[in-house]
């Protein structure tokens, strides 16, 4: 009897969970809902179910450049941080960096700088460089919290690699690039594939500065395009729930198709103490 | 110092030198520099740009509209972080021991965390709407969620809520995966019951994930910005304006540098100190254990 009851318990977490998803049901369903039914609640569910808002959405909004400098954006960050991050987490696990403590400090409380205290001189830093409106100012700017949550991560990674690893590479008279790419990298891969996806995700969602760097379609990003989206004469809620649907499609793919290396990333800052 | 030390001390540097870099061009020189402009009268559109010394601050001291957001920031974090840990532990405890869809379990879960903050604003915005809104209809109720002065607030903490009690639920959930059923085994024999095993056992063997996860969400809410200012925009009448909202206002809307980065400063000031307490705390249980 006891595993009915465990049974019983666990769909009714199920329940639960499911119920806690039912803000972004909801707006799934609105985005599916004629223009006409949108604001006669109840019924709950719609007579029938149109890809009108969708159609609006591609063909008269700024999503879809959006869609493409989100992706844009967040490759690059993601490339960026990774390739200036992982030599740098290397030295620190394997090598005598000087000044190795007062660096790692200086790395881990970066990671908890506030964006509003930073936004201001960034934005100095992107006009004198002439860089507002374009991609390569939000990727400079995302990399500023970015790298240091790669460099923090990866290297607790490549501190766990056994020392004899490194030793045996250098016999083999392999050079330090070497070793980092041969034994290294291939052994902390799932750790990056974690700190590459959360890095992806924190670049894709982010909006303080990219609401701050952008002006035009050219470099507005998902996030600013879904906060600005234009109503004329009333808010156009479908058309909105039909954005932010498409808005949350990374994050939805990385949840349920990605969600092992999610968790391993997400507890990787905490629980290896 | 030997030759083979100086040619490590050499690569290393060769290492991390693109990075170090980068973090003092990207993150360090501008969180020093925040400071210095905070000392500024700074109007880039009238070319207005000259020392102020501590005139911001001075002013801050006395701003109602400040002390406002100061206390708007202070009640939307300690309500949203108390809530986001006791729901997020209660969620754990419940997940200890699902065996059935696990995985479509973290998935639901996990949603409202991975989403941008911009879409769960959006999402809220409709939940609350007034004719239409879920929220009123579930209730039986007709109330003007984001516009009424008593509702604002709360309205705007239950989105926080939902958006980030899923990180609190996950860390207790893979802490509480992690305790051996051994320890619940000896703890049945010694004729613990329920709220007694809770207490004194994985109450306790929680208190380090509860410890980071209150500093990480209290971090959090502290910076947060996009979901109010898309959500209630600070309103109405500035009630639910976080110190995060009236800096980004007073730098990009009415473009004053150098007083909207003293109000920067002083939320950097806040996160620091709470990071400093966090450190203390941590080392004082070390100090004991």
């Given at each position: 009897m006891t595993s009915r009851r465990a049974l019983v318990a666990d769909v009714a977490v199920l329940v639960f969970l499911a119920l806690y998803a039912v803000p972004f049901l909801w707006q799934v369903l609105t985005s599916f809902k004629p223009e006409a039914e949108l604001?006669?609640?109840?019924?709950?569910?719609?007579t029938t179910l149109t890809l009108s808002h969708y159609e609006v959405v591609f063909t008269q909004s700024a999503m879809p450049r959006a869609l493409l400098n989100s992706l844009g954006v967040g490759v690059l960050t993601t490339a960026l941080a990774c390739a200036l991050g992982v030599p740098a987490a290397f030295a620190l696990a394997t090598l005598r960096v000087p000044a190795a403590g007062p660096l790692m400090l200086g790395v881990v409380a970066s990671t908890a700088f506030p964006q509003i205290a930073t936004v201001s001189p960034l934005y100095l830093v992107m006009r004198a460089l002439g860089l507002?409106?374009?991609w390569a100012a939000l990727v400079l700017a995302d990399a500023s919290f970015a790298l240091p949550f790669v460099i923090w991560l990866m290297t607790r990674f490549m501190r766990e690699i056994p020392r004899e690893l490194s030793e045996a590479a250098a016999l083999d008279g392999a050079g330090r690039w070497r070793t980092l790419l041969s034994v290294h990298l291939p052994l902390t891969a799932p750790g990056l594939a974690s700190v590459a996806l959360l890095t992806f995700l924190f670049a894709w969602n982010e909006f303080l500065f990219a609401f701050t760097f952008t002006a035009t379609e050219a470099s507005r990003t998902v996030p600013v395009a879904l906060a600005l989206?234009?109503?004329?004469?009333?808010?156009?809620w479908g058309d909105i729930a039909a954005a932010s649907i498409l808005a949350s499609i990374p994050p939805v793919l990385i949840v349920v198709g990605l969600q092992r290396w999610l968790v391993r990333g997400l507890l990787a800052g905490a629980l290896t103490e | 110092m030997t030759a083979r030390e100086r040619a490590e001390r050499r690569a290393a540097i060769g290492f991390v030198a693109p990075a170090v870099v980068t973090l003092a061009a990207l993150t360090a020189g501008p969180a020093l520099w925040v400071f210095w402009l905070s000392l500024r009268q700074r109007v880039p559109v009238f070319g207005i740009d000259h020392f102020a010394g501590i005139a911001h601050y001075a002013f801050l001291a006395t701003d109602p509209r400040f002390w406002s957001a100061f206390r708007v920031t202070a009640v939307f974090t300690v309500a949203s972080v108390a809530l986001e840990l006791l729901l997020g532990l209660g969620l754990a405890l419940a997940l200890r021991?699902?065996?059935?869809g696990r995985r479509a379990a973290l998935a639901l879960l996990l949603l409202a965390w991975a989403l941008p903050g911009v879409v769960t604003a959006r999402l809220f915005e409709w939940l609350y709407?007034?004719?239409?809104g879920l929220v009123n209809v579930a209730l039986g109720v007709a109330l003007n969620w984001l516009g009424d002065p008593a509702l604002a607030l709360p309205a705007l903490v239950l989105a926080d809520v939902w958006r980030t009690m899923p990180f609190v639920a996950l860390f207790c959930h893979a802490r509480l995966l992690t305790i051996p059923a051994a320890v619940y085994e000896a703890a049945a024999v010694d004729g613990a019951g329920r709220a007694a095993t809770f207490r004194f056992v994985t109450l306790p063997l929680l208190a380090p994930v509860l410890l980071v996860t209150l500093l990480f969400r209290t971090l959090d809410a502290l910076r947060a910005f996009d979901l109010m200012f898309v959500l209630t925009g600070g309103g109405p009448a500035g009630l639910t304006e976080t110190l995060t909202v009236y800096a980004y206002r007073s730098l990009f809307?009415?473009?004053r540098l150098g007083f909207g980065s003293a109000i920067g400063v002083i939320v950097f000031v806040l996160v620091m100190a709470v990071a400093a307490a966090y450190l203390s705390v941590l080392r004082r249980r070390e100090a004991a254990a």
């Open positions: 604001l006669r609640v109840p019924p709950l569910w719609p507002r409106d374009t989206f234009p109503g004329v004469f009333e808010v156009p | 021991g699902q065996r059935v709407h007034p004719a239409a809307q009415t473009l």
